[in-house]
């Protein structure tokens, strides 16, 4: 079992900088793969990053790759997603999740979800 609370969410203007944390109970930690996605108002949940257990995979959507950067630090069972440059359709409710398999840009594929920590860009 592992329980995932993100933290870090806020209100930003447009070129701001934010980082998420995502903190992680549970002694098997480092051996999950962990994914942030994200879901706006009236739009699906959609992936956003994804790094794998040992932290040398990381994955990112299109519109977000050179922007967003994911890591972790397995030693504080906590997942990190720095965000810069953020714009307007960034705003959305993020979630981290953690998978028992490999790190996959597919939100079926992991079994533990946080609550969110929203997130809004101001123009």
């Known amino acids: 079992q592992v329980q995932l609370v993100e933290s870090g969410g806020g209100l930003v203007r447009t070129g701001g900088s934010l980082r998420l944390s995502c903190a992680a109970s549970g002694r098997t930690f480092s051996s999950y793969a962990m994914g942030w996605f994200r879901q706006a108002p009236g739009k699906e949940r959609e992936f956003v990053a994804a790094i794998s257990w040992s932290g040398g995979g990381t994955y990112y959507a299109d519109s977000v790759k050179g922007r967003f950067t994911i890591s972790r630090g397995n030693a504080k069972n906590t997942v990190y997603l720095q965000m810069n440059s953020l714009k307007p359709e960034d705003t959305a409710v993020y979630y981290c999740?953690?998978?028992?398999?490999?790190?996959?840009?597919?939100?079926?594929?992991?079994?533990?979800w946080g609550q969110g920590t929203q997130v809004t860009v101001s123009s």
């Open positions: 999740a953690a998978d028992s398999g490999w790190a996959t840009i597919h939100s079926y594929e992991y079994s533990y």
